[in-house]
């Protein structure tokens, strides 16, 4: 099922590019130039895409009355306003925040994101390496063993955390606090043995680590 | 100004009536004395005496009695007897038991030495002669006699001047310096008083770091001065409202320039992402990422404008608070991280396992590193190293951030006007921050820490 998204940007030459370019990525776009019409179309809206700078109300105001009425939708500002205090008023009520001018690729990106961090989307299989991993039944298939991988719920925790972080950078900090849900006491070795663990677990060669990369100093990535 | 509520008017008043006060409390308190003629004037007295006992030479004794009594009739205060030539006391009126009936030599000499008018001993000695007494030979002849005069010193205008003895007059003199001088304190207490309050007034800050209005309830010299600091007020502040007007105005212009710059930007770079779809050759390709990198160049210096007029303005918002900043320079690093590996750097993180606590703005704090790790993207490429690590300096820990590029020195392609450097300064200085640029062609290393 196509995902809808509204998307409310009054110039011209903006708003036909970016319908036709998330049209072309396999979205339905519900482009209007101005917000008095976004309430009708919000029953079939699964995103918002929502500039600041519009005839009549503006975007803040839009936005506000929009997450009132359906908090669930989530609502991505994608301005030429850019200073922070302008970021900081968009995001009490916005998910995202994105500035022009932006990389299309990127916006294709964040909406995944946001499409994925909020579940509007069903759970699908993901293929990372020789994992085949079900979200639905939350599985994990070693393809060439063509076994299940059993995983501890810490274990699977992790994994799933950065699964959601599919190519990004966490640092330990944000793992662990994700996870255990505690405040992270630096130099704390928890996180580390629990990694090396579930590396033995999905690994090929652990002493070369394919799946969950470490960035020295830094934390992990989990590579697809 | 009515010059009855005049402070120097109501001083004048004050010191005048002092100058008029203080003479005239005696006068009026003796002008009973002054002015009625109850008290002999000795001077006067001897002079008649003197006269008489000349003017009584060789008469009869009937003939001096009678002269005699007229002279008691005009002061009937005084005692009056005269002595004959045998030595026998002749009384005017009733007589005094302290004079003997006849006089013998040594009577006479005890007499006249004991009734002797000192000077010297009236105005110094406590205990003063009482009686005034005046003696004169008749017709200027031991043998004729001689008639004497006594009246008491306090019937003279002698006697009238001792203070000392007066004490209603005192204790009403000190009651009034008294008075005066209570009355001089209160009105230079209220002075000071009315000055101290609007010290007070001009010191305590108010709203908006301006001090309140005072409220004026005398129209004097001080209360024209509460006057014109009331109409200062009113001019700072409006003036204060005239300024912020402007840095909105100004605020507003510089987002809406920037706003506008940006709008042409999105359609040249969506415009780019569709040609660059479906290239028809390799210089296309390459003159198309010229376009995209200028793109986000142009991006950072409106962004880079924007920032700077706020931060030069004031008007960047900052909330400071303790932040773990080896937690800040993670996150960040892990967000750049993927343009160093696109780039083939070498990275070099070395920060240590633990909590490095400094009071900063994160927001402010990942902007500074953002635009130096920024600049090592664009600038040293030639390098290919970022190293980002703590160093102990002068007993506080530093993080420090080294590229191999060229140095500051070195023309770089994508050099601007150094705009995000001056944002870096900017942000350190309202943080509180120390920072320090070491650099040469062999590469940079920018030292971020506490200010010690």
Redesign the interface.
């Known amino acids: 099922m196509k995902l809808t998204i509204l998307h409310i940007e009054d110039d011209q030459e903006i708003g036909s590019w970016v319908s036709k370019f998330l049209t072309d990525c396999g979205y339905e776009v519900i482009w209007i130039t101005s917000g008095h019409e976004a309430m009708k179309h919000m029953e079939r809206a699964d995103l918002v895409i929502l500039d600041i700078m519009l005839p009549g109300l503006d975007g803040y105001t839009i936005g506000q009355r929009l997450k009132q009425k359906y908090p669930n939708t989530p609502i991505m500002m994608l301005s030429a306003r850019t200073s922070m205090e302008d970021k900081l008023q968009g995001l009490t009520f916005a998910d995202d925040y994105m500035t022009k001018p932006y990389h299309p690729d990127e916006l294709a990106a964040r909406i995944q994101v946001l499409v994925r961090r909020l579940g509007i989307v069903s759970p699908e299989i993901i293929q990372v390496m020789h994992l085949r991993i079900d979200q639905k039944s939350n599985r994990i298939l070693n393809t060439i063993s063509k076994t299940d991988i059993v995983l501890t719920g810490k274990q699977f925790h992790i994994f799933m955390y950065l699964l959601d972080h599919l190519n990004q950078i966490l640092t330990k900090k944000q793992i662990y606090e994700a996870v255990w849900g505690d405040p992270y006491i630096e130099g704390d070795k928890t996180l580390m043995v629990h990694i090396r663990l579930l590396r033995e677990k999905i690994e090929l060669d652990t002493s070369k680590p394919q799946i969950i990369e470490t960035i020295r100093g830094i934390g992990y990535r989990l590579r697809s | 100004m009515n010059i009855i509520q005049s402070l120097m008017t109501r001083y004048l008043f004050l010191i005048l009536f002092a100058l008029v006060l203080f003479p005239l409390i005696p006068a009026i308190y003796y002008s009973h004395l002054l002015f009625n003629q109850v008290l002999y004037d000795p001077d006067e007295i001897e002079d008649i005496w003197k006269r008489e006992a000349a003017q009584l030479d060789g008469q009869e004794e009937e003939v001096i009695h009678h002269r005699l009594q007229s002279i008691k009739n005009k002061y009937p205060k005084a005692e009056i007897f005269w002595i004959n030539g045998s030595g026998e006391s002749r009384f005017i009126g009733n007589r005094s038991a302290d004079i003997p009936e006849n006089w013998t030599f040594i009577d006479s000499l005890v007499f006249m030495e004991e009734s002797k008018f000192h000077v010297d001993t009236f105005l110094q000695n406590k205990d003063p002669q009482k009686i005034y007494t005046i003696t004169a030979l008749i017709g200027n002849d031991p043998r004729q006699g001689v008639m004497v005069f006594q009246v008491p010193i306090t019937d003279t205008n002698l006697g009238s001047i001792t203070l000392n003895e007066d004490l209603p007059f005192v204790i009403f003199f000190i009651s009034t310096c008294g008075a005066f001088l209570l009355i001089s304190w209160f009105f230079f207490f209220n002075i000071r008083k009315r000055l101290v309050k609007l010290q007070f007034a001009m010191s305590e800050m108010g709203n908006e770091g301006i001090p309140d209005e005072v409220v004026i309830r005398k129209m004097d010299e001080i209360g024209r001065l509460e006057g014109a600091f009331n109409e200062m007020i009113n001019q700072l502040k409006c003036s204060r409202e005239r300024e912020k007007k402007e840095e909105n105005l100004r605020k507003q212009l510089i987002?809406n320039i920037?706003?506008?710059l940006?709008?042409p930007?999105?359609?040249?770079?969506?415009?780019v992402?569709?040609v660059k779809k479906y290239p028809k050759s390799s210089t296309e390709i390459e003159s198309l990422q010229i376009v995209e990198n200028k793109?986000d160049d142009m991006?950072k210096m409106?962004?880079n404008l924007?920032?700077y007029t706020?931060l030069s303005a004031g008007k960047?918002?900052i909330d400071m608070r303790d932040t773990?900043i080896?937690?800040e320079v993670?996150?960040v690093?892990?967000?750049w991280?993927?343009i160093f590996e696109e780039c083939k750097f070498e990275i070099d993180?070395?920060?240590p396992?633990?909590?490095l606590i400094w009071k900063v703005d994160p927001?402010w704090f990942k902007s500074i590193l953002d635009n130096l790790i920024q600049n090592v993207t664009r600038h040293t490429r030639s390098g290919r190293y970022i190293g980002?690590q703590t160093v102990e300096r002068f007993g506080s820990t530093f993080i420090v951030i080294k590229d191999k590029g060229g140095g500051f020195g070195q023309e770089s392609e994508n050099k601007g006007a150094g705009i995000g450097l001056s944002i870096v300064s900017l942000m350190m200085k309202e943080m509180n921050l120390d920072w320090e640029i070491s650099t040469s062609s062999d590469g940079t290393s920018i030292y971020l820490g506490m200010k010690t």
């Not at chain 2, 930007?265 to 415009?271: K, P």
């Open positions: 987002a920037s706003h506008d940006r709008t930007l999105t359609v040249i770079r969506q415009h992402y569709s793109l991006d409106i962004n924007l920032s706020l960047h918002p773990d080896l937690d993670r996150k690093i892990a967000e991280y993927p993180i070395d920060l396992e633990k909590s927001i980002i």
